[in-house]
């Protein structure tokens, strides 16, 4: 997959997927519930709807596995390389009205999350990577103002972030939490977490609760553009999360993650894996 010359215009649909999502959340939207129990309302329904039209002109051929389209029962052949949607991560977020949810589109390739784009509409924040250098910036229209260079920073001992999910902390997070020498902890919805990772504003992100690929892939980009790791905690080995469409056919738990632990400084996985006997 070509993906040179093209992560400019998936900065370009993020944006205008986030416009659709900003008129709807200023009037208010509806809220309905999927099979799985989970929110949706007619902004995931109209940011996706762009996103697979820009994304089927921008990349023909390219299988996109996006949420919406998944929970209608669409599901992707497998497939090497693809792209992950997930048009409104966080909508409990969007619903109470706290303008953490984001835009998220990711490039796989070979396991791989390269080119990636989080755009938070709500709060004009936006974090991109072509798959080799980080960005962060501020929207406002359509434009892309003060975009700036961002890395991961070094771990302090003693003086460590954790950043822990608004929606979904379990008591194994907590237990994690409380094990490590933390300064602060801080609750933050969608994958700004990944983000605030890169942006070296927090140190250590454990989720140990379900998540789908579509909710992190894109966060992870841009977090492993700026120096920082999204751990594996599944497999025993405690690798690098790497990203798989397989199965004939493909079925939503094979689009599952595991447990992980995303870290700013990579140098933490030791004392983070022990904190996690």
């Not at 215009?9 to 799985?36: F, T, W």
């Not at 052949?77 to 409990?92: F, K, N, Q």
């Not at 920082?228 to 689009?255: F, H, I, K, M």
Request: hydrophobic share 45%; net charge negative.
């Amino acid at each position: 997959m070509q993906v040179e010359g093209k992560s400019i215009a998936l900065v370009r649909m993020a944006i205008a997927a986030g416009q659709a999502i900003l008129d709807i959340y200023r009037e208010g939207a509806d809220v309905i519930r999927k099979g799985d129990g989970s929110p949706v309302t007619a902004a995931d329904h109209a940011a996706e709807a762009i996103l697979l039209a820009e994304l089927g002109r921008v990349f023909p051929g390219v299988p996109v596995v996006a949420e919406e389209d998944v929970a209608a029962g669409h599901m992707p052949l497998a497939a090497a390389s693809y792209i992950l949607v997930d048009p409104l991560d966080g909508t409990r977020e969007f619903i109470s009205r706290n303008g953490e949810f984001t835009v998220n589109i990711a490039v796989i390739e070979n396991g791989v999350p390269g080119a990636g784009v989080v755009l938070a509409p709500a709060l004009g924040e936006i974090y991109w990577t072509d798959g080799l250098t980080a960005w962060a910036g501020r929207v406002r229209g359509e434009e892309v103002e003060g975009l700036r260079e961002i890395r991961t920073r070094q771990a302090r001992p003693g003086q460590l972030t954790v950043l822990a999910s608004r929606s979904h902390l379990c008591e194994r997070t907590t237990a994690v939490i409380e094990a490590l020498k933390v300064q602060d902890v801080v609750s933050v919805g969608s994958s700004l977490k990944l983000c605030w990772l890169a942006e070296g504003r927090a140190d250590i992100y454990p989720r140990l609760s379900p998540t789908m690929q579509w909710d992190i892939a894109a966060g992870h980009a841009v977090l492993r553009a700026a120096g920082g790791t999204v751990l594996d905690l599944g497999d025993g080995q405690a690798g690098e999360l790497a990203y798989r469409l397989t199965g004939t056919p493909v079925t939503a738990s094979a689009l599952r993650n595991p447990d992980f632990v995303a870290l700013g400084d990579p140098g933490l996985a030791a004392e983070v894996l022990r904190a996690l006997e």
